[in-house]
């Protein structure tokens, strides 16, 4: 029943982009951070976007990890973008006040069009 | 006198599930499946859902203590309109630290308040109402949402320790 979180990290364009599918919680944390690592090793990306499209349960501990990763992010001075969110964790992000410090966007295409810019 | 009769409690599901991690999510979807009739909207029962799998953690890891020999037990009522989830422990008084700190985002990405610690607070925000109460070692916390009806704003109501009543959170 329970699906262990797994990360897929790419580049895009300045971005890097790390797919999350799973479960974000406390089994999470090694995932999470190995993928923050090897995102931000190569390329020195401005923002990271974190996809959350194929995750199906966020819990608690799940929402402190996002934390610590934007405390990184933001002492690394990057940004830190969020893509995929249900509608209930959308709601979760605003009660915690995530999405007051992450930009949340419909979906990775959305994401990823608004950091290329628009266009000329 | 005049009395208001209140319909009576119906058990919509009671069962137990074992303290050990991940086990939260056996308690939601038991949950989720036996309120699938009460007419509760979609979102009301994610946050539900949520609500459930967080106390349920908490009774697991603070209350028993992750021991899981030891159950958690969950009970689901319907009264009226109002669905009731009971989650209950055997951590005693102890099961829920206080006073309980209210998390702040910015303080946490200051390291000033550590990253957890968003358990209680998203239960709060996520139920109509939620109780406390502690029996001897039977620690319960009470999940209440009603159904066919908006969100409101939560309350959290409390006494007096010992002999079933109810404490503060």
């Known amino acids: ?120 | 006198m005049t009395s208001v009769a209140r319909p009576a409690p119906r058990r919509l599901a009671s069962f137990a599930v074992a303290s050990e991690p991940g086990n939260e999510r056996l308690a939601l979807a038991q949950v989720a499946e036996a309120v699938a009739a009460s007419g509760l909207a979609p979102a009301r029962l994610e946050r539900l859902k949520t609500a459930v799998a967080e106390a349920t953690m908490n009774a697991i890891e603070h209350g028993n203590r992750g021991r899981p020999e030891i159950p958690v037990d969950v009970e689901v009522t319907q009264e009226g309109d109002d669905i009731i989830v009971a989650i209950t422990d055997l951590g005693g008084e102890h099961a829920l630290p206080g006073p309980v700190e209210e998390p702040d985002l910015l303080l946490k990405l200051e390291g000033e308040q550590r990253a957890r610690g968003w358990g209680l607070f998203l239960i709060r925000n996520m139920v109509d109402a939620m109780q406390v109460r502690t029996d001897g070692v039977r620690h319960t916390i009470q999940l209440t949402m009603r159904a066919g009806t908006a969100a409101a704003p939560v309350s959290q109501t409390g006494g007096s320790q010992g002999g079933g009543d109810e404490e503060d959170v």
Do not use: W
């Open chain 1, 1 to 120: 029943m329970r699906k262990t979180c797994e990360a897929a990290v790419r580049a895009v364009g300045g971005a890097a982009v790390i797919e999350l599918a799973g479960e974000v919680d406390g089994g999470a944390a090694g995932v999470l951070n190995a993928a923050y690592e090897q995102a931000v090793s190569s390329g020195e990306p401005g923002t990271v976007v974190l996809d959350f499209a194929r995750v199906g349960y966020i819990n608690s501990t799940g929402i402190a990890l996002i934390v610590s990763v934007l405390a990184r992010a933001r002492s690394e001075r990057r940004t830190v973008v969020a893509s995929g969110l249900s509608e209930h964790y959308r709601e979760i992000f605003d009660i915690t006040r995530l999405s007051d410090f992450i930009e949340v966007f419909g979906d990775l295409d959305a994401a990823v069009s608004q950091l290329a810019g628009p266009a000329s």
